[in-house]
């Protein structure tokens, strides 16, 4: 995801030291029984490490003990998975990261970790819209002109994205399929490059999180929006129809971020944590720094994530394997 304005790292100090004198808590058998650990899969800074710190702050006073958030970015989220799913599982270590390390990144190597085994689903947070948008070198059509043109030009047009194997490329691999249409991808080895490349025209079309920075080139015409990848049209392109709306709901994809924690932690702490988190996500606040970051929270059941955590596993090793995609 893009950069964001971080969350005042001053400000979670100070909750954290304004419950410097606890209770008996650290003598009591019940959870939680010391300071929660939230690993985070990203750096400091970002928009992911942004929501976990705001979500670490209003956890540490809702469950009157610190939650510390420990940024552990690195192989694509992989890594901070990895040190979740060796952690005790008592429910005082959790991951926030996005749903890619779970359901995609198994299909393309092999990890340190069982995804399907290792890992307990806790909480759905949000999702960030997945933008589709033309470069100068696409000067006019919608998404369905651009279809059309793929197939009477095969491989004519080219599509970027952050990289093979990416959610980007799993988005282009399906619409390929399900259009039946021939577009060349082009991999960038991640999102910076990528937009600068975009604005000179060094392609058609590209896939992108759907952030300010890319949403101000829009605005100012630098880049035209086609399509996005959300569950609903984004209140900042309301004239941008969804891949689902355009006839590719298999495509329509947003990258999903949730919390998870070690397999065998009891039901009734993923259970409580997953009601809190969820009492967060309604706060307006909260709320509206999603919506700042171009994110839409999205809060769930223990269950129902749990089956979008399974039912996103399937899918992406379908076009995975469809498509034959190896990671860089």
Known sequence: M??????SRRAGLATIMGSAVWPSWAQSPSWPAKPIKLIVAYPPGGVSDTVARALAEQLTTRLGVPVL?????????????????????????LVFTALSPLTLSPHLGSLPYDATKDLTPVASVMYSPVLIAATPALAQGDFKALLTRAKQQPDA????????????????????SSAQVHITHVPYKGGGQQITD??????????TNASGVVLQHIKEGR????????????????????????????????????????????????EKLNAQINAVL????????????ECVAAPASVADFAKAVSSEYRHMGSIVREAKIQAD
């Open 157 to 176: 047009l080219r599509w970027a994205t952050s990289g093979s194997g990416s959610l980007g490329h799993l988005m282009l691999e399906n619409i390929r």
């Open 282 to 293: 309604a706060l307006p606040a909260l709320r509206e720094r999603l919506l700042a970051a």
């Open 69 to 93: 958030v420990d940024n552990r970015a690195g192989a694509g989220g992989s890594l901070a998975v990895n040190v979740l799913a060796k952690s005790a599982p008592d429910g005082h270590t």
């Open 223 to 270: 880049l035209r929006a086609l399509a996005v990848g959300a569950a609903a049209r984004l209140d900042a392109l309301p004239g941008v129809p969804t891949l689902a709306e355009l006839g590719l709901a298999s495509a329509n994809f947003s990258s999903r971020f949730g919390i998870f924690a070690p397999a065998g932690v009891p039901s009734a702490i993923v």
């Open 2 to 7: 893009t950069q964001a304005h971080g969350l």
């Open 198 to 207: 975009a604005l000179s025209g060094q392609f058609e079309v590209l896939s």
